[in-house]
Protein backbone atom coordinates (compact mmCIF):
# COMPACT_ATOMS: atom_id res chain seq x y z
CA UNK A 1 0.00 0.00 0.00
CA UNK A 2 3.08 2.46 1.01
CA UNK A 3 4.62 1.72 -2.12
CA UNK A 4 0.93 2.30 -4.43
CA UNK A 5 1.00 5.41 -2.54
CA UNK A 6 4.31 6.71 -3.11
CA UNK A 7 4.16 5.84 -6.83
CA UNK A 8 0.44 7.72 -7.01
CA UNK A 9 2.24 10.93 -5.32
CA UNK A 10 4.99 10.79 -7.45
CA UNK A 11 3.03 10.57 -10.80
CA UNK A 12 0.84 13.31 -9.26
CA UNK A 13 3.83 16.08 -8.49
CA UNK A 14 5.17 14.73 -12.23
CA UNK A 15 1.82 16.02 -13.65
CA UNK A 16 1.89 18.94 -11.91
CA UNK A 17 5.04 19.65 -13.15
CA UNK A 18 4.39 18.91 -16.91
CA UNK A 19 0.71 20.64 -16.64
CA UNK A 20 3.22 23.91 -15.95
CA UNK A 21 4.97 23.02 -18.78
CA UNK A 22 2.28 22.93 -20.98
CA UNK A 23 0.25 26.00 -19.68
CA UNK A 24 3.72 27.92 -20.17
CA UNK A 25 4.50 26.45 -23.95
CA UNK A 26 2.20 24.16 -24.95
CA UNK A 27 3.85 21.27 -26.68
CA UNK A 28 7.38 22.81 -26.32
CA UNK A 29 6.81 23.73 -22.85
CA UNK A 30 6.27 20.43 -21.87
CA UNK A 31 9.69 19.47 -23.47
CA UNK A 32 11.58 21.78 -21.97
CA UNK A 33 9.79 21.04 -18.76
CA UNK A 34 10.69 17.41 -19.09
CA UNK A 35 14.58 18.44 -20.08
CA UNK A 36 14.97 20.90 -17.09
CA UNK A 37 13.56 17.80 -15.22
CA UNK A 38 16.16 15.50 -16.54
CA UNK A 39 19.19 17.89 -15.33
CA UNK A 40 18.29 18.88 -12.47
CA UNK A 41 17.03 15.46 -10.86
CA UNK A 42 20.73 14.08 -12.75
CA UNK A 43 22.69 16.87 -10.54
CA UNK A 44 20.73 15.85 -7.21
CA UNK A 45 21.45 12.19 -8.39
CA UNK A 46 24.88 12.78 -8.44
CA UNK A 47 25.54 15.31 -5.75
CA UNK A 48 22.65 15.36 -3.81
CA UNK A 49 24.40 13.17 -0.77
CA UNK A 50 27.79 15.17 -1.19
CA UNK A 51 26.03 18.45 -0.62
CA UNK A 52 23.23 17.29 2.08
CA UNK A 53 26.75 15.89 4.25
CA UNK A 54 28.67 19.08 3.84
CA UNK A 55 25.68 21.35 4.95
CA UNK A 56 25.16 20.01 7.72
CA UNK A 57 28.82 19.30 8.42
CA UNK A 58 29.21 15.99 8.42
CA UNK A 59 32.88 14.35 8.92
CA UNK A 60 33.40 10.38 7.71
CA UNK A 61 34.47 8.51 10.52
CA UNK A 62 36.44 5.08 10.42
CA UNK A 63 36.29 1.57 12.18
CA UNK A 64 39.43 3.03 13.71
CA UNK A 65 38.09 6.57 14.71
CA UNK A 66 34.73 5.04 15.97
CA UNK A 67 34.89 2.07 16.29
CA UNK A 68 31.54 0.61 18.36
CA UNK A 69 29.53 2.87 15.81
CA UNK A 70 30.94 1.74 13.02
CA UNK A 71 30.44 -1.79 14.37
CA UNK A 72 26.84 -1.47 15.19
CA UNK A 73 26.11 -0.09 11.64
CA UNK A 74 28.39 -2.65 10.05
CA UNK A 75 26.23 -5.56 12.08
CA UNK A 76 22.82 -4.25 11.10
CA UNK A 77 23.79 -3.45 7.47
CA UNK A 78 24.44 -7.37 7.50
CA UNK A 79 20.82 -8.38 9.41
CA UNK A 80 19.39 -6.22 6.82
CA UNK A 81 21.49 -8.30 3.62
CA UNK A 82 22.77 -4.57 2.56
CA UNK A 83 26.46 -3.34 2.23
CA UNK A 84 27.62 -1.03 4.83
CA UNK A 85 27.12 2.48 4.27
CA UNK A 86 29.99 5.35 4.83
CA UNK A 87 29.45 6.27 8.65
CA UNK A 88 29.24 10.36 9.53
CA UNK A 89 28.96 12.10 12.79
CA UNK A 90 27.85 15.53 12.94
CA UNK A 91 28.72 17.75 15.80
CA UNK A 92 25.52 18.48 16.97
CA UNK A 93 23.87 18.26 20.73
CA UNK A 94 20.31 17.65 19.50
CA UNK A 95 20.12 13.65 19.16
CA UNK A 96 18.72 12.50 15.46
CA UNK A 97 20.02 10.49 12.05
CA UNK A 98 19.68 10.91 8.71
CA UNK A 99 20.69 8.66 5.63
CA UNK A 100 21.20 9.88 2.37
CA UNK A 101 22.93 8.46 -1.18
CA UNK A 102 21.44 7.46 -4.79
CA UNK A 103 21.43 3.57 -4.15
CA UNK A 104 22.93 0.90 -1.15
CA UNK A 105 26.28 0.97 -2.58
CA UNK A 106 26.02 4.49 -2.04
CA UNK A 107 25.04 5.17 0.82
CA UNK A 108 25.95 6.78 4.02
CA UNK A 109 24.22 7.02 7.64
CA UNK A 110 24.88 10.24 9.17
CA UNK A 111 24.43 10.07 13.50
CA UNK A 112 24.14 13.19 15.60
CA UNK A 113 26.92 13.45 18.87
CA UNK A 114 23.51 14.24 20.71
CA UNK A 115 22.04 11.12 19.83
CA UNK A 116 25.42 9.20 21.17
CA UNK A 117 25.29 11.01 24.15
CA UNK A 118 21.57 10.94 24.99
CA UNK A 119 20.75 7.31 24.13
CA UNK A 120 21.04 3.64 24.54
CA UNK A 121 22.81 1.11 22.67
CA UNK A 122 19.48 -0.63 21.82
CA UNK A 123 17.45 2.63 21.19
CA UNK A 124 20.43 4.16 19.05
CA UNK A 125 20.57 0.44 16.56
CA UNK A 126 16.83 1.23 16.35
CA UNK A 127 17.94 4.62 15.25
CA UNK A 128 20.30 3.04 12.68
CA UNK A 129 18.41 0.42 11.34
CA UNK A 130 15.68 2.92 10.56
CA UNK A 131 18.12 4.59 8.15
CA UNK A 132 19.52 1.58 7.08
CA UNK A 133 15.80 0.57 5.96
CA UNK A 134 15.54 3.92 3.81
CA UNK A 135 18.95 3.07 2.03
CA UNK A 136 17.15 -0.56 1.14
CA UNK A 137 13.65 0.81 0.36
CA UNK A 138 15.25 3.08 -1.93
CA UNK A 139 13.58 6.31 0.09
CA UNK A 140 16.67 8.53 -0.29
CA UNK A 141 16.71 8.44 -4.13
CA UNK A 142 12.55 8.78 -3.98
CA UNK A 143 13.21 12.26 -1.51
CA UNK A 144 15.65 13.44 -3.79
CA UNK A 145 13.82 13.46 -6.57
CA UNK A 146 10.61 15.11 -5.04
CA UNK A 147 12.71 17.66 -3.55
CA UNK A 148 14.06 18.60 -6.90
CA UNK A 149 10.58 18.31 -8.87
CA UNK A 150 9.17 20.65 -6.05
CA UNK A 151 12.02 22.74 -6.06
CA UNK A 152 11.49 23.09 -10.18
CA UNK A 153 7.86 23.37 -9.95
CA UNK A 154 8.48 26.53 -7.77
CA UNK A 155 11.08 27.97 -10.37
CA UNK A 156 8.47 27.03 -13.51
CA UNK A 157 5.45 28.90 -11.63
CA UNK A 158 7.54 32.05 -11.49
CA UNK A 159 8.64 31.69 -15.13
CA UNK A 160 4.72 31.01 -16.31
CA UNK A 161 3.69 34.46 -14.37
CA UNK A 162 6.56 36.75 -15.82
CA UNK A 163 6.43 35.52 -19.31
CA UNK A 164 3.57 33.75 -19.50
CA UNK A 165 1.09 36.15 -17.63
CA UNK A 166 2.18 38.81 -20.19
CA UNK A 167 1.06 36.57 -23.21
CA UNK A 168 -2.48 37.31 -24.56
CA UNK A 169 -2.56 33.83 -25.92
CA UNK A 170 -1.76 32.31 -22.37
CA UNK A 171 -5.13 30.74 -21.46
CA UNK A 172 -4.71 31.60 -18.06
CA UNK A 173 -3.94 35.46 -18.00
CA UNK A 174 -2.69 37.51 -15.93
CA UNK A 175 -4.80 36.49 -12.97
CA UNK A 176 -4.46 32.69 -13.90
CA UNK A 177 -0.65 33.08 -13.80
CA UNK A 178 -0.47 34.96 -10.49
CA UNK A 179 -2.77 31.97 -9.21
CA UNK A 180 -0.46 29.20 -10.38
CA UNK A 181 2.55 30.82 -9.06
CA UNK A 182 1.15 30.50 -5.59
CA UNK A 183 -0.76 27.24 -5.42
CA UNK A 184 1.55 25.14 -7.74
CA UNK A 185 4.70 25.58 -5.32
CA UNK A 186 2.28 24.94 -2.51
CA UNK A 187 0.46 21.55 -4.16
CA UNK A 188 3.73 20.40 -4.86
CA UNK A 189 5.22 21.06 -1.30
CA UNK A 190 1.87 19.34 0.27
CA UNK A 191 2.53 16.42 -2.02
CA UNK A 192 6.39 15.99 -1.15
CA UNK A 193 5.09 16.56 2.37
CA UNK A 194 3.00 13.33 1.63
CA UNK A 195 5.53 11.37 0.39
CA UNK A 196 8.19 11.84 3.33
CA UNK A 197 5.38 11.06 5.57
CA UNK A 198 4.60 7.98 3.83
CA UNK A 199 7.89 6.11 3.68
CA UNK A 200 9.08 7.16 7.55
CA UNK A 201 5.55 4.56 8.60
CA UNK A 202 7.26 2.10 6.24
CA UNK A 203 11.20 2.84 7.42
CA UNK A 204 10.01 2.35 10.82
CA UNK A 205 8.82 -1.00 10.38
CA UNK A 206 11.61 -2.36 8.02
CA UNK A 207 13.78 -0.92 10.61
CA UNK A 208 12.09 -2.60 13.24
CA UNK A 209 12.54 -5.74 11.48
CA UNK A 210 16.55 -5.21 10.41
CA UNK A 211 17.02 -4.61 14.54
CA UNK A 212 14.52 -6.75 16.21
CA UNK A 213 13.57 -4.02 18.45
CA UNK A 214 10.16 -2.13 17.29
CA UNK A 215 10.14 -1.12 20.98
CA UNK A 216 13.69 0.40 21.37
CA UNK A 217 13.23 2.43 17.90
CA UNK A 218 9.46 3.45 19.77
CA UNK A 219 11.36 4.69 22.81
CA UNK A 220 14.48 6.70 20.32
CA UNK A 221 11.09 7.91 18.40
CA UNK A 222 9.90 9.66 21.68
CA UNK A 223 13.42 10.66 23.08
CA UNK A 224 14.50 12.64 20.01
CA UNK A 225 11.25 14.18 19.76
CA UNK A 226 11.16 15.42 23.38
CA UNK A 227 14.99 16.55 23.13
CA UNK A 228 13.90 18.31 18.98
CA UNK A 229 11.95 20.88 20.70
CA UNK A 230 14.57 22.00 23.50
CA UNK A 231 17.65 21.61 21.84
CA UNK A 232 17.64 23.29 18.43
CA UNK A 233 19.93 21.97 15.44
CA UNK A 234 21.28 25.84 13.99
CA UNK A 235 22.25 23.47 10.86
CA UNK A 236 18.72 22.11 10.09
CA UNK A 237 17.45 25.77 10.78
CA UNK A 238 19.67 27.19 8.67
CA UNK A 239 18.42 24.29 5.39
CA UNK A 240 15.15 23.62 6.41
CA UNK A 241 14.58 21.52 2.98
CA UNK A 242 17.07 18.99 4.24
CA UNK A 243 14.45 18.38 7.26
CA UNK A 244 12.75 15.48 5.74
CA UNK A 245 15.76 13.86 5.49
CA UNK A 246 16.35 12.80 9.53
CA UNK A 247 14.37 10.43 11.63
CA UNK A 248 12.57 12.94 13.56
CA UNK A 249 11.50 16.93 12.27
CA UNK A 250 14.59 18.62 13.79
CA UNK A 251 13.90 21.96 13.54
CA UNK A 252 12.40 23.33 16.92
CA UNK A 253 8.34 23.92 17.23
CA UNK A 254 7.02 21.67 14.38
CA UNK A 255 5.58 18.16 16.40
CA UNK A 256 2.57 19.13 14.76
CA UNK A 257 1.14 16.34 12.44
CA UNK A 258 -0.88 18.44 9.56
CA UNK A 259 -0.70 19.01 5.54
CA UNK A 260 2.89 21.27 6.47
CA UNK A 261 4.70 18.58 8.59
CA UNK A 262 7.18 16.73 7.00
CA UNK A 263 6.72 13.70 9.60
CA UNK A 264 4.38 12.23 11.05
CA UNK A 265 3.27 12.86 14.65
CA UNK A 266 6.08 10.82 16.89
CA UNK A 267 3.02 9.77 19.12
CA UNK A 268 1.61 7.76 15.68
CA UNK A 269 4.85 6.15 14.87
CA UNK A 270 4.82 4.80 18.34
CA UNK A 271 1.36 3.55 18.43
CA UNK A 272 2.21 1.85 15.00
CA UNK A 273 5.31 0.08 16.63
CA UNK A 274 3.72 -1.14 19.87
CA UNK A 275 1.36 -2.79 17.58
CA UNK A 276 4.02 -4.17 15.40
CA UNK A 277 6.36 -5.30 18.47
CA UNK A 278 3.15 -7.66 19.75
CA UNK A 279 2.76 -8.75 15.85
CA UNK A 280 6.31 -10.34 16.32
CA UNK A 281 5.98 -11.38 19.82
CA UNK A 282 2.87 -13.09 18.69
CA UNK A 283 4.67 -14.80 15.28
CA UNK A 284 7.34 -15.40 17.47
CA UNK A 285 5.79 -17.63 20.18
CA UNK A 286 3.56 -19.20 17.53
CA UNK A 287 6.66 -19.91 15.76
CA UNK A 288 8.24 -21.60 19.21
CA UNK A 289 4.89 -23.64 19.69
CA UNK A 290 5.05 -25.48 16.76
CA UNK A 291 8.76 -26.00 16.79
CA UNK A 292 7.81 -27.52 20.35
CA UNK A 293 5.07 -29.58 18.80
CA UNK A 294 5.39 -33.31 17.65
CA UNK A 295 6.15 -33.28 14.26
CA UNK A 296 3.45 -35.11 12.09
CA UNK A 297 3.14 -36.68 8.66
CA UNK A 298 1.42 -34.31 5.35
CA UNK A 299 -1.47 -36.26 6.44
CA UNK A 300 -1.78 -35.36 9.97
Known amino acids: MNVMRTGLLLAALTGLFLAIGYLLGGQTGILVALAFSVVTNLFAYWNGDKMVLAMHGAQEVT???????YALVEELAKQGGLPTPRVY???????????????PEH???AVTSGLLQHLGRDEVSGVIAHELAHIKNRDTLIMT??????????????????????DRNNPLGPIGSIAMMILAP??????????SRTREYSADRTGAMISGLPRSLASALRR??????????????????????????????S???NLFSTHPNPENRIAALEQFALEMERNSSLARSFADSPQRGPWG
Open 145 to 166: ITATLAGAISMLANFAFFFGGR
Open 107 to 109: SAV
Open 224 to 253: ISIAAGRIPNDTAEANPATAHLFIVNPLTG
Open 89 to 103: LIDNPQPNAFATGRN
Open 63 to 69: PSQAPEL
Open 255 to 257: GVD
Open 186 to 195: LAAVLVQMAI
